[in-house]
């Protein structure tokens, strides 16, 4: 087993600083909302996370208390190495959320909440110390799949506050459509982040091998989030969408990633 260490994360550390063929199933769309399906909280549910419960619109957490909720995760240089990974990856979808750790010891998984509690920043990531551990202590890869978690919250805090209405968007689509939606901008933020950082040994086939490492969890539970295969396809797409478009913003990237979306699923 590899030992945990800021060496184990080291998406970066390069550049003097450190910081899922697609197939359609059939389906019928029986969400309460878009986010039914989603890694992603509602705001009411990011409030009960905050104190007693969390809610996900996967299925009831068991019940978390304060010292299930850190800010901190306790690998030593970990955390300052991550910041910096984050505060790139908030350049990148311009949007500055808060972040926090979390007992996922129910099912490994992170999540996004479209809300606060720091004011000035924009929803918060909840990344499960289980799903970190397991990705940190693999022997190759693990960083990457690190990277691309946060590039997934991420995307799912810029749906929260874009001006497209997703409800009506995918409303004839699976319920998964906005974690594939999601995916799209994980490739999209991988792109540019490996290629504006200079992230050395890093490419789309890369990716793919580090994303396949990804034991099954909550975070790419079939029913919940699309098929690997959606997942890579998307993920590639949205990859592929910013090596040809290299100046396009974040909010152009997932606008023009509905119309992928909408064509593949």
Same mark, same amino acid.
């Given at each position: 087993?590899?030992?945990?260490?800021? /060496?184990?994360?080291?998406? +970066?550390?390069?550049?003097?600083?450190?910081?899922?063929?697609? +197939?359609?199933?059939?389906?019928?769309?029986?969400?309460?909302?878009?986010?039914?399906?989603?890694?992603?909280?509602?705001?009411?549910?990011?409030?009960?996370?905050?104190?007693?419960?969390? &809610? %996900?619109?996967?299925?009831?957490?068991?019940?978390?208390?304060?010292?299930?909720?850190?800010?901190?995760?306790?690998?030593?240089?970990?955390?300052?190495?991550?910041?910096?990974?984050?505060?790139?990856?908030?350049?990148?979808?311009?949007?500055?959320?808060?972040?926090?750790?979390?007992?996922?010891?129910?099912?490994?998984?992170?999540?996004?909440?479209?809300?606060?509690?720091?004011?000035?920043?924009?929803?918060?990531?909840?990344?499960?110390?289980?799903?970190?551990?397991?990705?940190?202590?693999?022997?190759?890869?693990?960083?990457?799949?690190?990277?691309?978690?946060?590039?997934?919250?991420?995307?799912?805090?810029?749906? &929260?506050?874009?001006?497209?209405? &997703?409800?009506?968007?995918?409303?004839?689509?699976?319920?998964?459509?906005?974690?594939?939606?999601?995916?799209?901008?994980? =490739?999209?933020?991988?792109?540019?982040?490996?290629?504006?950082?200079?992230?050395?040994?890093?490419?789309?086939?890369?990716? =793919?091998?580090?994303?396949?490492?990804?034991?099954?969890?909550? &975070?790419?539970?079939?029913?919940?989030?699309? %098929?690997?295969?959606? /997942?890579?396809?998307?993920?590639?797409?949205?990859?592929?969408?910013?090596?040809?478009?290299?100046?396009?913003?974040?909010?152009?990237?997932?606008?023009?990633?509905? +119309?992928?979306?909408?064509?593949?699923?």
């Amino acid at each position: 087993m590899a030992k945990i260490s800021r /060496r184990s994360f080291s998406v +970066g550390l390069a550049a003097n600083s450190i910081c899922c063929v697609s +197939g359609t199933a059939a389906h019928t769309n029986t969400c309460d909302s878009i986010f039914a399906a989603a890694c992603a909280l509602q705001e009411n549910e990011a409030e009960a996370m905050g104190t007693s419960r969390a &809610f %996900t619109p996967q299925e009831t957490l068991d019940q978390l208390t304060d010292s299930d909720i850190f800010d901190e995760s306790g690998i030593e240089g970990f955390d300052d190495a991550l910041k910096r990974v984050l505060t790139r990856l908030a350049r990148l979808y311009r949007v500055f959320p808060d972040f926090k750790y979390i007992n996922d010891s129910s099912g490994a998984n992170a999540y996004a909440a479209d809300s606060s509690t720091i004011p000035g920043r924009r929803g918060t990531i909840y990344f499960g110390m289980n799903m970190l551990t397991k990705q940190l202590q693999k022997e190759r890869y693990g960083d990457m799949v690190v990277l691309a978690i946060c590039g997934h919250e991420f995307s799912h805090i810029k749906q &929260f506050h874009a001006k497209e209405d &997703f409800s009506t968007a995918f409303k004839d689509k699976p319920c998964y459509a906005t974690e594939l939606h999601a995916d799209f901008g994980t =490739g999209y933020g991988l792109h540019q982040y490996l290629t504006r950082y200079q992230v050395s040994n890093s490419s789309l086939q890369t990716i =793919g091998e580090a994303w396949s490492t990804l034991a099954p969890s909550e &975070f790419n539970k079939e029913s919940k989030h699309g %098929t690997s295969a959606q /997942r890579m396809s998307a993920i590639e797409a949205g990859y592929r969408y910013s090596a040809n478009r290299p100046n396009a913003n974040a909010e152009q990237a997932l606008s023009d990633g509905i +119309g992928y979306i909408l064509s593949s699923t």
